[in-house]
């Protein structure tokens, strides 16, 4: 158990639906990433959030939002969605993952995934 | 951009012995992280191992090993003495600190551990 944990475990939708997939990362950790992984394939990241800021964005369609909240909870709304947004979507956390900071160890350590199902 | 290459897409070994995972990354930083991580089928994933940049000396955690070559920009994942709960995907990433730590993965190898 990596302490991260996301909910919901699966989620079936239709296309055109929204849905909100939500995060809650390891006690201390600021740092929130997401990550996409469809059928066979490796991860994409998606974006990242420290401290309730926007960080880093990686491969996030304009349809996909996200945004981490005071308790450093996050979630990630997916809208519009169509059939190829089906894929395993995992929420890691990370003590910091600031930029620049070599020193950081910023170990990611990931939650069990939400399977997202859009039929 | 940082790009990680697996170059075998499917590995098998026999329990007991021992395998080595190839992965290759592209970097113009002289600063980074590397990590191994395992996907069972249970698609949870697992740090195996971690690597920073600056040690020259390998990672080692039980009985898994890395081959951290720099200049070559290789860092390969040795598993020895095999077990069937080893059977997984294995992932291989980088991160760099100066890009917000976000991870670039590569495609995976797959290994089936074999009785």
Known sequence: ?119 | AQTVTQSQPEMSVQEAETVTLSCTYDTSESNYYLFWYKQPPSRQMILVIRQEAYKQQNATENRFSVNFQKAAKSFSLKISDSQLGDTAMYFCAFASPYNNNDMRFGAGTRLTVKP
Do not use: M
């Open chain 1, 1 to 119: 158990d990596s302490g991260v944990t996301q909910t919901p475990k699966h989620l079936i939708t239709a296309t055109g639906q929204r849905v909100t997939l939500r995060c809650s990362p390891r006690s201390g950790d600021l740092s929130v990433y997401w990550y996409q992984q469809s059928l066979d394939q490796g991860l994409q990241f998606l974006i990242q959030y420290y401290n309730g800021e926007e960080r880093a964005k990686g491969n996030i369609l304009e349809r996909f939002s996200a945004q981490q909240f005071p308790d450093l909870h996050s979630e990630l709304n997916l809208s519009s969605l169509e059939l190829g947004d089906s894929a395993l979507y995992f929420c890691a956390s990370s003590v910091a993952g600031l930029a620049g900071e070599v020193s950081s160890t910023d170990t990611q350590y990931f939650g069990p995934g939400t399977r997202l199902t859009v039929l």
